[in-house]
């Protein structure tokens, strides 16, 4: 059945040319390219839906624009403001789905991290673990306290400007477009090769997803031939998610579904996380996973760097990338953020894995939490971080 308010909207934007009206298929005059110039009775513009879609797809039979409801309320014959109409309401839809499993609020311990062993903090600028910041003054507090203050107002500001069209769950704004996974992805641990490849990266098969074969999702066919499919969720227990990744188990592939109304929203684990607490912020989701770290403490920006909007909505964002050492990438944005202030984990030269899931792969005798030790003891904000990666200490 055509969503309903897809089907309201759509209805909206061609106006009285409607022709047939069925549950999974509308048809109507297309105001895009006009239809036949030789019969008004033409009818060729359809919304329809199709049980391998999961969304409806606007399609004309005549011009063959054929795609979503939001990029079909952008094109120029359409009312602009039907578009801003539209996103509102399904943005309020998508809250009612998800306000129900709302989690309370977890009580947190007030260090940066506790994850059962021993650790801390150093005492040199720019590593204090505890408080998540250089150490300062009762006056510098003061002061920081009252810009806090002022940088939450202005937020608080900021979303009842823009009320009608940012929803909140956890916290967090909602992205416009959530969907429910594909059934077609069943849970890694159902699958002999899907399992067998994780467990070989020290992974736990029951916290992914796997694709067999194709996939036809939203109008588009997706190659996620043999990939494990990491759902970038906004409630697992519902599966409502805001994209996804899949990782081939074949060869060194990557496909990342992430609607285009939901820029900026390109990283995982992103309702999951504490977000009074600083957080992790990885280059991989695998690497994420094997950092050691407490789930509701790491993220990962696929591909891309963390938006501005999203470090907002956190306390702080601890950058993790591949080791500066054997990546020419990540060594140039570690200096650009050490450079601002941010915190960087910065390797040490005796490692010569490049990533995290790497070094938990080679080193069978260490656990993960080997590995957090290492990520907390190598953190910097300050200019010791940059000679360290400039002299390469």
Known sequence: MIDFINAKY????????????????????????????KDKKQKRLHIYTKPQYDGDIVHCFNCGFKN????????PQVNPTLYEQYVKEKREYNFNILKNKEKKEKNYDESIIDIGYNYKPKSESGANITSGTNEKTSSEENSTNSTNSTNTTNTTNTTNTTSDQQILFKGMVVPPEVFILPEEFVRADTNDKASEYLRNRRLNPEEYYFSSDWC?????????????IIPLWVSESDRICYGFQGRS????????????????????????????????????IFDANSSGLPRDRIGAALG??????????????????????KDETSMKKSLELLKKGKRVFIWPTDIEEKDSNSWLQNHPEKSDKDFAQIILNNLHNDMKGIIRLKLKK
Do not use: H
Not at 216 to 228: A, N, W
Not at 256 to 284: A, H, L
């Open 216 to 228: 036809e999702f939203r109008g588009r066919k997706m190659p996620l031939k043999d990939c494990i």
């Open 249 to 284: 188990i074949i060869e060194k592939f990557f496909y990342t579904y992430v609607p285009e109304e939901n820029t900026g929203w390109k990283v995982f684990n992103w309702f999951e996380i504490n977000r009074e607490k600083p957080i992790f912020i990885f280059e991989s």
């Open 304 to 325: 891309s760097d963390l938006s501005v909007e999203r470090e907002n909505e956190i306390k702080e964002a601890i950058f993790c990338f591949d080791n500066q050492f």
């Open 10 to 37: 759509f209805k909206y934007a061609v106006g009285s040319n409607i022709g047939i009206e069925k549950p999974n298929d509308i048809s109507a005059r297309c105001i895009i390219c006009g239809d036949s110039t």
């Open 68 to 75: 979503n409801m939001y990029n079909f309320l952008k094109q």
